[in-house]
């Protein structure tokens, strides 16, 4: 039962939960659908048919991750969009001071309290358009590579740094010393947004978790 297994390990990955508890989870919610599997393969249905209704009524596995990261962590996705801003912008910022360190360390390559305020800005709003695209589709379609965010984020900004690079090609001597990482900011900020959903469960998640367990012993 393949195809269950794999259901199962999409609807427990990334919660925040220990390791030896997600198992645990993971087992018990195994069983259930096996057991319901095996109920409506003594009503007729084959194996595929019966794994299909299981998953079908039990739910999309994206959807239910998402509404147990909620029950687990409340805001779990306001929270993560106003770190995910803070980390992009903050991110970006030391990518353009060790740039410009690198290329002219002799001035001084403190960056503007302006250009950072509106570099946050831009990112949020970037932040925001993409992920309401995201949630979008995952809601529209039950497409698992669309589901990834990886796949989802860092493709399209690593196309689109591609299309940009050829101006770097065609017009090389507009884009001298530093200048050519404005044409990956895209692609930049994109992996630096992926790395803070990442660390984001990794660090806040569960440590808040581990916390309230603690709090409660």
Known sequence: ????????????????MKDDEKEDFKEELYSHLKEHVNELMIKGYSEDEAIHQAIESFGNDRKLNLELKKAMFPLYKVIRYGWNVVFVTA???????????????????TLPLESVVMGFFIVAF????????????????????????????????????GIQSLSLFENPEQYQDSLWLDLFVIPIGAFAHLISRQLFTRIFVRNSRDFKENKAS
């Open 126 to 161: 970037i932040a925001a358009a993409a992920e309401a695209i995201y949630e979008a589709i995952n809601q529209q379609f039950k497409s698992k590579r669309l589901s990834n965010p990886w796949l989802f984020f860092l493709v399209p900004s690593l196309v689109f740094g």
């Open 91 to 109: 991110f970006l910022c030391l990518v353009s001071y060790s740039a410009m360190e690198y290329y002219h360390p002799e001035f001084d390559n």
């Open 1 to 16: 039962m393949k195809n269950l297994d794999h259901y199962v390990k999409e609807i427990v990955s990334d919660l925040p």
